[in-house]
């Protein structure tokens, strides 16, 4: 999950690398630091903390040298301690590595290295790297690197300097995103595009086991043999901007409010008056031969995979499994003839899930992808893709990306019902009416976000909270759960309402806040009001999220938040909004770190 960046050219490469690291630190906050090559030395500046903190101790960006790396770190082998801070070198100084992954055989590795005299200064599974990579230097740093390549067992992306070959930055990648930025006059590495855009918005994409050496007037990239291949050239449309806070305090604010947009322009010339138009590369003959579904995802994703599940199997009478991507992959799971696997990541690059559709495929399944990240590898490995297309989602706590999915999800579902002829004319034309008016909708709740600030005024002090929801709810349920968890450390839970008797009721008291989802349908309406009255009667704070215009609930419940009406299947993207500014709120009044949450990084990229 940690955030590299490399740079080589003619300009000063230390702005160059503390500007585009700033924008990867969602990606890893612990500890940070750069290494360039001046004359013939490897300078390097590194410590403990976010990089605002490091660089007014230690002026990241005056580092001199024309070609250099840097780091921010999440950390996996050893504490947060300044000998453990990227980059790491050899003994000599003069070869200098910062990486993203986890190396599974370092131990060996570190034995076999210690018996030859290397001593090794951290923790960490990286210096081994380093240290693996000086044993076989002998004047060409991509020889060197390619027969370390060949010891590592586990994933990587690394990034590598050498002062004695200060014209070159070697760049190398194994199950961790690697992307390569090709300039005027200078080249660029990065963990993802979003670092480098202000820069160049022309990308190669390395592949697992390849190695690249550039120089600031060219790029040579070679597989594990060293056989020298081509790569094709990407542009990137993204615009930069989105990647900036403009005026909002956090990116996840900023996030919150984008959806109204993001849901249109997901909705952007995929519905008609009279039909959803999705050109994903799957017949009308592919879908009707369709048996089962199984979708594969994590965290959030994974929440959106839930819903998805209700919906298809509602409308589209498909059967649809969703399976932890993390488990999927350490079973023998069946997957019969007909039988689609589906992957949902915002980044493209969940570890976990890339590992489950690999395994997927060895049963010669069909991966059909849902990802925000055009060119990541899960896009990259699937045979259809579909882009949400949010632009950049910089906060840690994913919330634009995940009502996207929701959307996605639902246009994915009426494209297979009609061409199934499980949903007839009349029905498509009604549920395109209903998702148009999503974004008036979600930001009409926007509108409300002062009431939901006032409501966070109340709980912030509270350290636990139940969320409650039945049906195509429930997920949401969870969603808002971890939510609250992720950015203001409140331990929450979600919890089908119907459970609420087999064990959880007994948590109810006096100081509970309990958050039930209680939009008004004509299936789970009158049973949620049951358990809200379950709770009522053992003391619980209940707030409510209704349909506006309700009166009958709110006779019930302590606080309500009110979304507008819209379908059944539809409630879940409107419904998760007041939950999303709920826990922003809470977090900022606690004065938690909102975009960079503890012990969390936005790409889960190891294992």
């Not at 090709?182 to 990308?203: L, P, Q």
């Not at 649809?320 to 488990?327: F, I, K, L, Q, R």
Request: net charge neutral; hydrophobic share 40%; with cysteine.
């Amino acid at each position: 999950m940690c955030g590299i960046v490399g740079y080589i050219g003619g300009k000063s490469a230390g702005p160059i690398l503390l500007e585009c690291l700033r924008k990867l630190e969602y990606r890893g906050y612990d500890s940070a630091g750069i290494a360039t090559i001046k004359g013939n030395e490897i300078l390097v500046k590194k410590d403990v903390g976010k990089i605002d903190e490091i660089d007014k101790i230690h002026d990241l960006g005056s580092i001199k040298g024309n070609v250099g790396i840097s780091h921010c770190r999440w950390a996996t082998h050893g504490k947060v301690t300044k000998n453990n801070a990227h980059p790491h070198g050899n003994i000599k100084n003069t070869i200098s590595i910062v990486h993203n992954g986890i190396i599974e055989n370092y131990q060996e590795i570190k034995k076999k290295l210690k018996e030859k005299g290397y001593k090794f200064s951290s923790d960490t599974d990286t210096e081994v790297i380093a240290h693996l990579i000086d044993s076989f230097y002998s004047g060409s740093i991509k020889d060197a690197v390619l027969s370390a390549m060949g010891m590592l067992e586990g994933s990587y992306a690394l990034a590598i300097i050498c002062s004695d070959e200060p014209e070159l930055l070697i760049a190398a990648r194994n199950d961790s995103p690697l992307v390569l930025g090709i300039g005027n006059g200078e080249n660029f590495i990065s963990s993802d595009v979003y670092a480098i855009m202000g820069h160049t918005r022309k990308v190669m994409y390395l592949e697992n086991k390849e190695l690249a050496v550039l120089s600031k007037e060219r790029i040579w990239i070679y597989n594990s043999g060293g056989k020298e291949i081509k790569k094709k050239l990407n542009t990137i449309e993204w615009d930069a901007k989105k990647a900036e806070k403009l005026g909002f305090d956090h990116f996840m604010l900023k996030e919150i409010f984008e959806q109204p947009d993001t849901i249109a322009d997901t909705l952007d010339g995929k519905i008609g008056e009279d039909s959803i138009s999705l050109d994903i590369g799957l017949t009308n003959s592919d879908i009707k031969k369709i048996k089962r579904i199984i979708i594969v995802a994590c965290g959030t994703s994974w929440h959106a995979a839930l819903t998805g599940e209700f919906m298809i199997e509602e409308l589209a009478k498909i059967p649809v499994e969703v399976e932890y991507a993390s488990e999927f992959r350490y079973r023998d799971p069946i997957i019969e003839e007909g039988t689609i696997v589906m992957a949902i990541s915002q980044s493209g690059e969940t570890a976990d899930t890339l590992a489950a559709i690999r395994e997927a495929r060895k049963k010669k399944a069909m991966i059909v992808s849902i990802v925000n990240v055009e060119g990541s590898s899960i896009a990259r490995e699937s045979d259809v893709v579909i882009y949400t297309k949010v632009g950049p989602e910089i906060g840690v706590a994913s919330t634009k990306a995940f009502t996207s999915q929701l959307v996605t999800l639902y246009l994915m579902t009426i494209h297979f019902g009609a061409v199934r002829g499980e949903i007839d004319e009349q029905q498509v034309r009604n549920r395109i009416r209903d998702i148009r008016l999503i974004p008036a909708q979600v930001r009409s709740i926007l509108e409300e976000h002062g009431k939901i600030k006032k409501l966070a005024e109340v709980f912030f002090k509270k350290e636990n909270t139940i969320y409650l929801g039945r049906g195509i709810n429930f997920p949401i349920a969870l969603e808002g759960a971890l939510k609250l968890k992720e950015v203001s450390y409140i331990h929450a839970e979600g919890y089908p309402a119907a459970e609420m008797k087999h064990g959880p009721i007994a948590l109810i008291d006096k100081n509970m806040p309990v958050v039930v989802i209680a939009t008004q349908d004509t299936r789970t309406y009158k049973k949620v009001m049951n358990n809200i009255e379950e709770v009522k009667s053992r003391g619980g704070i209940l707030i409510a999220i209704e349909t506006k215009g309700d009166e009958e609930t709110k006779k019930h419940v302590d606080h309500n938040l009110y979304v507008p009406r819209n379908s059944y299947i539809l409630t879940p993207v409107l419904a998760v909004v007041p939950l999303q500014l709920f826990a922003y709120y809470m977090a900022v009044l606690r004065g938690c770190d909102v975009d960079k949450p503890r012990n969390l990084a936005k790409a889960v990229v190891v294992e």
